[in-house]
């Protein structure tokens, strides 16, 4: 084999049988700039939420996981009830199942909202909605209907105008606070206000428990000017027997 033949053969070789070089790993190319960071699953609305879009503005939300008691699944964070006149803003929006959600745009569509007429009904304070937490924070309780999305309380109303209603507020109409209770009484299995348990002295407590043979709790009283309720102030735990408290003994004689 001549010169050139041997040098041909080398640098054949070299080519393909020389050892890999370490190249970098091709980029792959451009995203669009356009194009979403994450791909977005879109659920089919449930029926709950079909019915719902005729009454509330609201968005649905990812199923709480379930968590030592707490979880739900449909729920959706409500912003504003819809009425024919306009919207009734709930501030902030509440995180509730889809149902209890529907239960409460109809309390307030076609039953809150006439008993402020001539007044317009502008919006409603949210003061709890979804929170995993024990009944009443109370720690070892049974968990809270609120730990279900199954919950709201209400601290207020807002009218048009500005004027706030406060259902728990002794000042505010007698004959306008009893409708009120009425009707939610009627629409909803649990209903706690003033002379409930003690803490629901300041808001009205709203939710659709299910009980035994359809077992439903409607404690709200309706006070005057001057009223005081025995539930007023929640009760220390009971003392064990036995132990002698001096600090509680009546001076002697």
Same mark, same amino acid.
């Given at each position: 084999?001549?010169?050139?033949?041997?040098?041909?053969?080398?640098?054949? !070789?070299?080519? @393909?049988?020389?050892? =890999? $070089?370490?190249?970098?790993?091709? @980029?792959?190319?451009?995203?669009?700039?356009?194009?979403?960071?994450?791909?977005?699953? +879109?659920? +089919?609305?449930?029926?709950?939420?079909? $019915? %719902? /879009?005729?009454?509330?503005?609201? +968005?649905?939300?990812?199923?709480?996981?379930?968590?030592?008691?707490?979880?739900?699944?449909? @729920?959706?964070?409500?912003?504003?009830?819809?009425?024919?006149?306009? =919207?009734?803003?709930?501030?902030?929006? =509440?995180?509730?199942?889809? *149902? /209890?959600? *529907?239960? %409460?745009? %109809?309390?307030? $569509?076609? &039953?809150?909202?006439?008993?402020?007429?001539?007044?317009?009904?502008?919006?409603? *304070?949210?003061?709890?909605?979804?929170?995993?937490?024990?009944?009443?924070?109370?720690?070892?309780?049974?968990?809270?209907?609120?730990?279900?999305?199954?919950?709201?309380?209400?601290?207020?109303?807002?009218?048009? !105008?500005?004027?706030?209603? #406060?259902?728990?507020?002794?000042?505010?109409?007698?004959?306008?606070? &009893?409708? %009120?209770? *009425?009707?939610?009484?009627? $629409?909803?299995?649990?209903?706690? !206000?003033?002379?409930?348990?003690?803490?629901?002295?300041?808001?009205?407590?709203? &939710?659709? =428990?299910? #009980?035994?043979?359809?077992?439903?709790?409607?404690?709200?009283?309706?006070?005057?000017? !001057?009223?005081?309720?025995?539930?007023?102030?929640?009760?220390?735990?009971? #003392?064990?027997?036995?132990?002698?408290?001096?600090?509680? +003994? @009546?001076?002697?004689?």
């Amino acid at each position: 084999m001549n010169l050139p033949s041997i040098c041909l053969s080398i640098a054949v !070789g070299a080519a @393909l049988c020389g050892p =890999a $070089r370490a190249d970098a790993p091709p @980029l792959p190319r451009p995203r669009p700039a356009d194009a979403p960071a994450v791909a977005v699953i +879109e659920r +089919e609305p449930s029926a709950c939420q079909v $019915r %719902l /879009m005729a009454l509330a503005q609201f +968005e649905p939300m990812a199923p709480r996981p379930d968590a030592g008691g707490c979880g739900a699944a449909d @729920l959706v964070r409500v912003s504003a009830i819809q009425l024919a006149t306009g =919207a009734v803003t709930v501030t902030p929006p =509440a995180e509730l199942r889809c *149902e /209890m959600a *529907e239960q %409460l745009a %109809l309390w307030i $569509r076609d &039953d809150a909202m006439p008993q402020f007429a001539p007044n317009m009904l502008a919006g409603i *304070e949210n003061y709890d909605s979804y929170d995993c937490r024990a009944r009443n924070r109370v720690k070892g309780a049974r968990i809270s209907e609120h730990g279900k999305g199954n919950a709201i309380d209400i601290r207020a109303f807002d009218l048009a !105008g500005g004027k706030v209603v #406060r259902p728990t507020d002794v000042t505010v109409p007698h004959a306008l606070r &009893d409708k %009120l209770r *009425e009707a939610a009484c009627a $629409r909803f299995t649990t209903v706690l !206000g003033p002379g409930s348990d003690g803490y629901h002295e300041a808001h009205i407590h709203l &939710d659709l =428990a299910e #009980r035994h043979n359809g077992y439903r709790i409607c404690h709200w009283e309706v006070n005057d000017p !001057g009223a005081v309720t025995v539930a007023a102030i929640p009760l220390p735990p009971a #003392r064990p027997s036995g132990l002698n408290d001096k600090s509680t +003994e @009546l001076p002697s004689k």
